[in-house]
């Protein structure tokens, strides 16, 4: 059973209680080939009420392309539309990890959310930027890394709207090339004045469709890796994915997402090298982590932190539930720190062990309980001028205590009765060997804290939500 949701986890947001009634021989190829296969269906867009189009790209912060500025009232309402929708599109997409069967499309999808992270308040492009990483996510790197860049909000976030001739600015081009595609310390200070002025001119309208400013394009000669001519935007982007840098880059960070956060570099090298060589197909590279022996090593398993989007959407995938107030995950989301489609900075989430401190482990830890019992608690959480999430009752400093509860409905029919077929002596391995990296370790102990003489629907979910409060699930 590892096997089966060591791969769950890692190619998706972890198993389901239906996955405890599967059987049969454990075939890697098999198991990427049917998630391949879920995950071409046609994508259905993620859209949200957007405010009036006429106005809104001008009213909000990043667009500022001379337009007189409307009534501060009406700016200000403005804004607050756009933030309300912004906070929609984060739980449909929330809703869609958790059901949708492309679970490799939205895990691979939310990799590249951090990779091409972006903040911007006008909702209209960061529902558009989305659509674009979810439709690219298991494509080509290459459509993608064009799409991407040329899409109204990541030109907004980057400043090339203000990217002109004669007063080139270097945001956009020094990103592309730190945190895109080769990473710090592969091009120079050089490359980077030289590419932006090869940028100048990429901007949007206000229906956030790309443009191409001919007038403010510098059409004089640059020298950019040691090449020479009239370059624009899309020759740089060409000149970056010639280098095989690029695809190591990619395949390490991924590599980290969906392997292990200590890198072999002997994995990478022929990851990176078939990745190149196939013309950067993202199928060669997930295939090539997915069926590799390596990949299921031991030393991988359990060795990931779940994120707190992972870590939430894997108990949501288990315990179905509906909660009495889902905008409650937004706040959970702020407590826990990650909030979908408000990455902290450019450089996305930093992962790994950060994801966790003193407070927030006791959090996760009682997150299925706190459904369950829908008992009352407190979060302090951090103020943002940006985006409030609308939870704010008062504020202390930089922090604002929140008290609510995460009262939902939890669905425990699928997990009761795929576990009826076990004696009751049997039910705490297989639960513990399903949700757990380190079953045989645990299973005694979480044994020992269930109440004795519990009836077996009641021992199921006891166990269940003990499993679940352990540090051990905090890991895939």
């Given at each position: 059973?590892?096997?089966?949701?060591?791969?769950?986890?890692?190619?998706?947001?972890?198993?389901?209680?239906?996955?405890?009634?599967?059987?049969?021989?454990?075939?890697?190829?098999?198991?990427?080939?049917?998630?391949?296969?879920?995950?071409?269906?046609?994508?259905?867009?993620?859209?949200?009420?957007?405010?009036?189009?006429?106005?809104?790209?001008?009213?909000?912060?990043?667009?500022?392309?001379?337009?007189?500025?409307?009534?501060?009232?009406?700016?200000?309402?403005?804004?607050?539309?756009?933030?309300?929708?912004?906070?929609?599109?984060?739980?449909?997409?929330?809703?869609?990890?958790?059901?949708?069967?492309?679970?490799?499309?939205?895990?691979?999808?939310?990799?590249?959310?951090?990779?091409?992270?972006?903040?911007?308040?006008?909702?209209?492009?960061?529902?558009?930027?989305?659509?674009?990483?979810?439709?690219?996510?298991?494509?080509?790197?290459?459509?993608?890394?064009?799409?991407?860049?040329?899409?109204?909000?990541?030109?907004?976030?980057?400043?090339?709207?203000?990217?002109?001739?004669?007063?080139?600015?270097?945001?956009?081009?020094?990103?592309?090339?730190?945190?895109?595609?080769?990473?710090?310390?592969?091009?120079?200070?050089?490359?980077?004045?030289?590419?932006?002025?090869?940028?100048?001119?990429?901007?949007?309208?206000?229906?956030?469709?790309?443009?191409?400013?001919?007038?403010?394009?510098?059409?004089?000669?640059?020298?950019?890796?040691?090449?020479?001519?009239?370059?624009?935007?899309?020759?740089?982007?060409?000149?970056?994915?010639?280098?095989?840098?690029?695809?190591?880059?990619?395949?390490?960070?991924?590599?980290?997402?969906?392997?292990?956060?200590?890198?072999?570099?002997?994995?990478?090298?022929?990851?990176?090298?078939?990745?190149?060589?196939?013309?950067?197909?993202?199928?060669?590279?997930?295939?090539?982590?997915?069926?590799?022996?390596?990949?299921?090593?031991?030393?991988?398993?359990?060795?990931?932190?779940?994120?707190?989007?992972?870590?939430?959407?894997?108990?949501?995938?288990?315990?179905?539930?509906?909660?009495?107030?889902?905008?409650?995950?937004?706040?959970?989301?702020?407590?826990?720190?990650?909030?979908?489609?408000?990455?902290?900075?450019?450089?996305?989430?930093?992962?790994?062990?950060?994801?966790?401190?003193?407070?927030?482990?006791?959090?996760?830890?009682?997150?299925?309980?706190?459904?369950?019992?829908?008992?009352?608690?407190?979060?302090?959480?951090?103020?943002?001028?940006?985006?409030?999430?609308?939870?704010?009752?008062?504020?202390?400093?930089?922090?604002?205590?929140?008290?609510?509860?995460?009262?939902?409905?939890?669905?425990?029919?699928?997990?009761?009765?795929?576990?009826?077929?076990?004696?009751?002596?049997?039910?705490?391995?297989?639960?513990?060997?399903?949700?757990?990296?380190?079953?045989?370790?645990l299973s005694s102990i979480i044994e020992a804290q269930v109440a004795p003489?519990?009836?077996?629907?009641?021992?199921?979910?006891?166990?269940?939500?003990?499993?679940?409060?352990?540090?051990?699930?905090?890991?895939?």
């Amino acid at each position: 059973m590892n096997l089966v949701q060591h791969f769950f986890w890692r190619a998706g947001f972890g198993p389901t209680a239906a996955t405890l009634l599967s059987s049969g021989k454990w075939k890697a190829e098999s198991h990427f080939d049917t998630y391949w296969k879920q995950s071409q269906q046609p994508l259905r867009p993620i859209t949200v009420p957007q405010p009036s189009l006429d106005t809104l790209p001008t009213m909000i912060a990043g667009n500022n392309n001379g337009q007189a500025a409307a009534q501060k009232e009406q700016r200000e309402k403005l804004q607050q539309q756009s933030r309300e929708a912004i906070k929609q599109l984060n739980l449909r997409w929330l809703d869609e990890m958790v059901n949708s069967e492309a679970q490799l499309r939205e895990k691979v999808a939310l990799f590249w959310h951090g990779h091409f992270a972006c903040r911007n308040l006008n909702s209209l492009y960061q529902q558009q930027l989305l659509h674009v990483i979810r439709k690219g996510a298991l494509g080509n790197f290459a459509t993608l890394l064009a799409n991407v860049s040329k899409s109204a909000a990541m030109l907004a976030f980057l400043n090339n709207q203000q990217n002109r001739k004669l007063q080139p600015n270097e945001n956009f081009a020094r990103e592309v090339m730190e945190l895109f595609t080769l990473g710090r310390g592969h091009y120079t200070e050089q490359d980077v004045k030289e590419a932006a002025r090869a940028f100048t001119g990429w901007g949007f309208n206000p229906n956030g469709e790309f443009v191409f400013r001919k007038n403010q394009h510098d059409v004089g000669s640059k020298t950019i890796f040691g090449m020479s001519g009239n370059f624009n935007g899309d020759d740089v982007l060409a000149m970056l994915l010639k280098q095989p840098q690029t695809a190591r880059f990619i395949a390490a960070k991924l590599y980290r997402f969906l392997v292990n956060e200590e890198v072999k570099e002997e994995h990478v090298s022929w990851l990176s090298k078939r990745f190149y060589e196939s013309g950067y197909e993202m199928k060669q590279l997930l295939r090539d982590i997915f069926t590799a022996n390596w990949f299921y090593n031991i030393a991988n398993q359990g060795k990931i932190v779940k994120s707190p989007v992972v870590l939430w959407v894997g108990i949501r995938r288990m315990l179905p539930m509906q909660l009495e107030n889902p905008d409650i995950q937004l706040l959970l989301q702020r407590a826990l720190g990650q909030i979908l489609l408000y990455p902290p900075s450019v450089a996305g989430w930093p992962g790994g062990t950060n994801w966790i401190d003193s407070s927030s482990l006791l959090l996760r830890m009682r997150l299925p309980q706190l459904v369950a019992l829908a008992e009352p608690f407190e979060l302090s959480t951090p103020a943002d001028d940006d985006m409030q999430m609308g939870k704010m009752q008062n504020t202390l400093g930089k922090k604002a205590i929140n008290r609510f509860k995460l009262k939902g409905d939890i669905e425990w029919e699928p997990l009761i009765e795929a576990l009826h077929k076990y004696k009751k002596s049997e039910m705490v391995q297989q639960l513990c060997e399903h949700l757990l990296q380190s079953p045989h370790q645990l299973s005694s102990i979480i044994e020992a804290q269930v109440a004795p003489g519990l009836p077996v629907n009641s021992f199921i979910k006891q166990t269940t939500l003990l499993a679940m409060a352990t540090p051990a699930y905090q890991l895939c």
